[in-house]
């Protein structure tokens, strides 16, 4: 056997050796890049998931429940006689209970240790009633076995002796301590409400009769102040009142038969006699009725277990149209099924609370037609609820007269699927709506947070801007990429992409100062425009065609569209010239008038049609650039395959290249479109950023995106205001994501669909 040594073996090739020793190198490269590609690709959708979960973290508590939290039950304070009214300070320390014998009784919330107890100035008269008249400022109005009415104010004093906090009941008298002479007997039930200068009393008696009577206060030009006690009204309703309800502003009146449940609504007229508006009917007998927040909506619970909200508004169509009714507005059930005993509701919200015969206790909140929260608070029924000012904590007193406060944690109560995609019916609207309005001058505004107005806008606008966008980005690209020459494309192409480069705030500018009163001014000529254009240039090119040869020829081949420049200039000047004869034949010289006479059609001076145009001019060379990358990028001997094979340019355009670039032009159409929905300037500067749910041309829109840069810098940060500006970025962030799907799935089957050309 043979053996072979190193020195036997054949020599290799230096180029070889000097090639293997280059691939080491190149190699580790190569590897290199992909790990940097893919670790890039991986931080991408890594960053994308961070974000929509920290999206998701901060919308999340929005449809969170509430949360209560039970202090120690404990028996009221008393002197032994009827608790009528029970009520908390802000701080959820302190509590008062108001007793038939004029006794109130401060307290502890945590350990029921009695801290105050005064006596009110009714010497040996009894209370039959306290009502409040100003919840904002504590001041209630106590109904005495005489007839008289004692007004009266809680008081609490905050200091801070050794660094820790103390607080101080007392009662005030802003009335004086003597009682103001009212009725000749005990009311069965009593309203009172005060303004700056007025203070009106209503009671009835038990005959169904209602008594009225006001004072109002008077200052003189030397700052002395005079009481002016107008005579007693008295009037007999259509029902028998025995429980009685007064607007804050005194302009109307809720008279309730709790046993037929009826009530009879009246509009108050000052020093005239009240007039009846209506008389509705709830489903079952009244068990006990609330005012809301805000002094519109009243609240009414039935032994059926309903709860029912009621406002005025005013009737639409037929012969009772404008009229003003009560309207029955929403139901809300208790899912105990208990007979109701009380309501509570919050100072400063629509939120309200229902006790039931079993000690549970319901939460509510009206605007978002929801049921929040259930929790059994005591053993015995429910005979009064409270809120503290800060509705943190709720107070459920029980008729064996054991008291139980629990701390309630209940952040965003406003919001639910219903009330941000579906119609809500708003205090002060005569039927249900989409609205957002989320902010007030008025403290007592019942805030508007349904988000299809701002979805409805950012669809529209994107929708008007695609409209004018595609024609003009996809025919251009396919003249620029097929039958333009090179020369020339060398100047178009890059003169449209540098006009992606042009701020968004600077197209909202020009749009918002310039272009919107120049449409206000000449709508007829747009309108000639938007009609004439399309059709000029392609009669342009009909003509062009039937010109004599020599004329033609002239014209060096792909530079046709540079004689179609003066053309379109020549047209959209001939428009806007005929554009106001045209305009006095047709529309008696205002268009914009005969539009809303008689199409019913409203203007709006910054309107879709001017996003459309703007957004369209930013739009524009996204969509350009790509499809005309994608349709130059077609090989070349597929077109000279099919011209040679005796197929004419244009069916060489439709038949193989537009198929082949299809999947390029769809993803430069959804990029397209994607900006277009994520824009904010144009938006933003170029209409009237008013929520409306219309689609009409000639209205303005808020978009989501428009949205969040308006108020965010004015919203409280952890408010549900915030969190549903996060909730506006995360819809914009799923919009994106489907648009985004939608393009990749469709431009996929499209490539393999034509893969085979």
């Given at each position: 056997?043979?053996?072979?040594?190193?020195?036997?073996?054949?020599?290799?090739?230096?180029?070889?050796?000097?090639?293997?020793?280059?691939?080491?190198?190149?190699?580790?490269?190569?590897?290199?890049?992909?790990?940097?590609?893919?670790?890039?690709?991986?931080?991408?959708?890594?960053?994308?998931?961070?974000?929509?979960?920290?999206?998701?973290?901060?919308?999340?508590?929005?449809?969170?429940?509430?949360?209560?939290?039970?202090?120690?039950?404990?028996?009221?304070?008393?002197?032994?006689?009827?608790?009528?009214?029970?009520?908390?300070?802000?701080?959820?320390?302190?509590?008062?209970?108001?007793?038939?014998?004029?006794?109130?009784?401060?307290?502890?919330?945590?350990?029921?240790?009695?801290?105050?107890?005064?006596?009110?100035?009714?010497?040996?008269?009894?209370?039959?009633?306290?009502?409040?008249?100003?919840?904002?400022?504590?001041?209630?109005?106590?109904?005495?076995?005489?007839?008289?009415?004692?007004?009266?104010?809680?008081?609490?004093?905050?200091?801070?002796?050794?660094?820790?906090?103390?607080?101080?009941?007392?009662?005030?008298?802003?009335?004086?301590?003597?009682?103001?002479?009212?009725?000749?007997?005990?009311?069965?039930?009593?309203?009172?409400?005060?303004?700056?200068?007025?203070?009106?009393?209503?009671?009835?008696?038990?005959?169904?009769?209602?008594?009225?009577?006001?004072?109002?206060?008077?200052?003189?030009?030397?700052?002395?102040?005079?009481?002016?006690?107008?005579?007693?009204?008295?009037?007999?309703?259509?029902?028998?009142?025995?429980?009685?309800?007064?607007?804050?502003?005194?302009?109307?009146?809720?008279?309730i038969d709790k046993a037929a449940g009826k009530i009879a609504f009246y509009r108050l007229n000052g020093g005239e006699m009240p007039k009846l508006i209506d008389v509705s009917e709830a489903k079952a007998a009244i068990v006990d009725?609330?005012?809301?927040?805000?002094?519109?909506?009243?609240?009414?619970?039935?032994?059926?277990?309903?709860?029912?909200?009621?406002?005025?508004?005013?009737?639409?169509?037929?012969?009772?149209?404008?009229?003003?009714?009560?309207?029955?507005?929403?139901?809300?059930?208790?899912?105990?099924?208990?007979?109701?005993?009380?309501?509570?509701?919050?100072?400063?919200?629509?939120?309200?609370?229902?006790?039931?015969?079993?000690?549970?206790?319901?939460?509510?909140?009206?605007?978002?037609?929801?049921?929040?929260?259930?929790?059994?608070?005591?053993?015995?029924?429910?005979?009064?609820?409270?809120?503290?000012?800060?509705?943190?904590?709720?107070?459920?007193?029980?008729?064996?007269?054991?008291?139980?406060?629990?701390?309630?944690?209940?952040?965003?109560?406003?919001?639910?699927?219903?009330?941000?995609?579906?119609?809500?019916?708003?205090?002060?609207?005569?039927?249900?709506?989409?609205?957002?309005?989320?902010?007030?001058?008025?403290?007592?505004?019942?805030?508007?947070?349904?988000?299809?107005?701002?979805?409805?806008?950012?669809?529209?606008?994107?929708?008007?801007?695609?409209?004018?966008?595609?024609?003009?980005?996809?025919?251009?690209?396919?003249?620029?990429?097929?039958?333009?020459s090179p020369e020339m494309r060398q100047v178009v192409k890059p003169a449209v992409e540098v006009l992606a480069a042009l701020p968004s705030v600077i197209l909202g500018f020009l749009a918002g100062l310039w272009l919107a009163p120049f449409v206000e001014s000449n709508l007829p000529g747009m309108f000639l425009a938007l009609l004439l254009l399309p059709l000029s240039i392609p009669t342009f090119g009909y003509l062009w065609l039937h010109m004599p040869r020599a004329i033609r020829l002239r014209v060096p081949m792909g530079w046709e569209a540079a004689l179609l420049m003066p053309v379109i200039g020549f047209v959209i000047w001939l428009c806007f010239v005929l554009a106001k004869p045209m305009e006095a034949l047709l529309f008696a010289g205002n268009m914009q008038s005969w539009m809303d006479h008689t199409l019913g059609i409203g203007y709006d001076q910054r309107n879709a049609l001017v996003v459309g145009i703007a957004m369209g001019v930013a739009v524009i060379p996204v969509i350009f650039s790509i499809a005309e990358d994608a349709i130059f990028s077609v090989p070349r001997h597929l077109s000279l395959g099919s011209l040679a094979l005796g197929a004419t340019p244009w069916q060489t355009l439709v038949g193989v290249v537009m198929p082949t670039a299809s999947p390029g032009i769809f993803s430069a159409i959804m990029i397209g479109l994607g900006r277009a929905v994520g824009e904010t300037m144009i938006v933003l500067m170029a209409t009237g950023n008013t929520a409306v749910t219309n689609f009409s041309l000639f209205s303005g829109m808020r978009t989501l995106a428009a949205n969040v840069a308006v108020e965010m810098p004015e919203s409280e940060v952890g408010s549900t205001h915030f969190r549903l500006l996060f909730l506006s970025g995360l819809v914009l962030f799923l919009f994106t994501f489907f648009f985004n799907t939608v393009a990749e799935v469709v431009r996929t089957r499209l490539r393999r669909k034509y893969s085979s050309l």
């Open positions: 056997m043979t053996e072979v040594t190193a020195s036997d073996a054949p020599a290799q090739p230096r180029s070889i050796v000097a090639g293997n020793a280059g691939y080491q190198p190149r190699y580790i490269k190569d590897r290199l890049a992909k790990v940097v590609v893919l670790i890039g690709g991986v931080g991408v959708i890594a960053a994308l998931l961070l974000i929509f979960v920290y999206l998701l973290s901060e919308v999340a508590p929005l449809f969170a429940g509430a949360e209560f939290k039970a202090r120690q039950p404990f028996p009221v304070p008393s002197d032994g006689s009827t608790s009528l009214y029970v009520a908390a300070e802000e701080q959820g320390e302190v509590g008062m209970r108001v007793g038939a014998s004029g006794e109130l009784d401060f307290f502890d919330l945590h350990s029921g240790q009695a801290r105050n107890a005064v006596h009110l100035p009714i010497a040996e008269l009894q209370i039959k009633q306290v009502v409040d008249v100003a919840p904002e400022r504590a001041l209630l109005a106590a109904g005495l076995s005489d007839g008289s009415v004692l007004m009266f104010q809680q008081e609490y004093k905050v200091t801070y002796p050794d660094d820790k906090r103390l607080i101080t009941p007392n009662v005030l008298y802003p009335k004086g301590e003597k009682p103001l002479a009212f009725m000749d007997q005990a009311p069965m039930h009593l309203a009172v409400r005060e303004s700056d200068d007025a203070l009106l009393l209503v009671g009835s008696d038990p005959a169904g009769d209602i008594s009225l009577k006001s004072f109002e206060v008077t200052t003189s030009l030397m700052g002395d102040s005079e009481v002016t006690e107008s005579p007693l009204q008295k009037f007999t309703p259509p029902l028998k009142p025995d429980l009685l309800l007064l607007e804050p502003g005194m302009h109307w009146l809720y008279a009725a609330h005012y809301l927040a805000g002094g519109i909506s009243i609240v009414t619970a039935q032994t059926d277990g309903r709860i029912s909200q009621w406002f005025p508004a005013r009737r639409k169509g037929g012969d009772d149209d404008g009229k003003t009714y009560l309207a029955h507005v929403r139901d809300f059930t208790l899912k105990t099924g208990a007979k109701p005993t009380v309501i509570g509701s919050e100072p400063r919200r629509r939120g309200f609370a229902v006790g039931d015969e079993q000690g549970n206790v319901s939460l509510f909140y009206a605007t978002s037609g929801r049921l929040i929260h259930e929790e059994k608070m005591l053993e015995a029924p429910v005979r009064a609820l409270a809120f503290n000012p800060r509705a943190q904590l709720l107070m459920a007193l029980g008729d064996d007269g054991k008291l139980v406060a629990s701390d309630v944690h209940n952040e965003h109560p406003e919001i639910s699927l219903g009330a941000l995609w579906g119609k809500v019916w708003y205090e002060s609207y005569d039927e249900p709506n989409f609205l957002w309005q989320s902010s007030s001058a008025s403290a007592d505004f019942e805030a508007k947070f349904s988000m299809a107005p701002l979805a409805l806008g950012t669809l529209k606008g994107a929708f008007y801007a695609m409209i004018f966008a595609i024609p003009i980005a996809v025919l251009g690209a396919i003249f620029t990429a097929n039958f333009m």
